[in-house]
T-cell receptor, first 113, second 115 residues
Framework: EAGVAQSPRYKIIEKRQSVAFWCNPI?????LYWYQQILGQGPKLLIQ????????DSQLPKDRFSAERLKGVDSTLKIQPAKLEDSAVYLC???????????FGQGTRLTVV | AQTVTQSQPEMSVQEAETVTLSCTYD???????LFWYKQPPSRQMILVIR??????QNATENRFSVNFQKAAKSFSLKISDSQLGDAAMYFC????????????FGKGMKLTVNP
């Protein structure tokens, strides 16, 4: 079984630029999560999708962050414009159904300079 | 809101010895799940062990076991016969049994295994 795929692995951008991350969850997994992990901290949920609907985006900075999950499969997370404090690892995870283990991708490390 | 606290930022252990990682949490819910995740330098979060709050028996997975004290809101991880491959960041996490399935993580603890 293929795991959660994320790209790119690394990205360096200047502040005020835009950036997009891509996630392909495990086939058949209905729920998809984007987490932000700032250096020295645990991951924090940004947004949760159930199929292609948003379940929880309460901690997503909506003035600059956006996310979509077209057709309930792949997802993209966008930041525009980026700030220095957005430097972090962005992790994508998926679960097949409620109350099951979350499988994580290897994340994208974003550096904003 | 639920919180998870890992008060030890770093620990070290000799290969083949036993180490215990501590975690406390705060919640007003009665039904929930607790997890320990391992994050190696590859950055991928790997589930180590899971505990359901309604189960009194402590979870065990090979060399990994937990000490779950529900009244004290404590959830420690014991690693027996430590191996070099156990070196990583370890995160304690909480998830509600109902509603949102988001994981609430602690700040993590870096484990070093000395040969």
């Amino acid at each position: 079984e293929a795991g959660v795929a994320q790209s790119p692995r690394y990205k360096i951008i200047e502040k005020r630029q835009s950036v997009a991350f891509w996630c392909n969850p495990i086939s058949g997994h209905a729920t998809l999560y984007w987490y932000q992990q700032i250096l020295g901290q645990g991951p924090k949920l940004l947004i949760q999708f159930q199929n292609n609907g948003v379940v929880d985006d309460s901690q997503l900075p909506k003035d600059r962050f956006s996310a979509e999950r077209l057709k309930g499969v792949d997802s993209t997370l966008k930041i525009q414009p980026a700030k220095l404090e957005d430097s972090a690892v962005y992790l994508c995870a998926s679960t097949p159904r409620p109350n099951t283990e979350a499988f994580f991708g290897q994340g994208t490390r974003l550096t904003v300079v | 809101a639920q919180t998870v606290t890992q008060s030890q930022p770093e620990m070290s252990v000799q290969e083949a010895e036993t180490v215990t990682l501590s975690c406390t949490y705060d919640t007003s819910e009665s039904d929930y799940y607790l997890f320990w995740y391992k994050q190696p330098p590859s950055r991928q979060m790997i589930l180590v062990i899971r505990q359901e709050a309604y189960k009194q028996q402590n979870a065990t997975e090979n060399r990994f076991s937990v000490n779950f004290q529900k009244a004290a809101k404590s959830f420690s991880l014991k690693i027996s016969d430590s191996q070099l491959g156990d070196a990583a960041m370890y995160f304690c996490a909480y998830r509600s049994a109902g509603g949102s399935e988001k994981l609430v993580f602690g700040k993590g603890m870096k484990l070093t295994v000395n040969p």
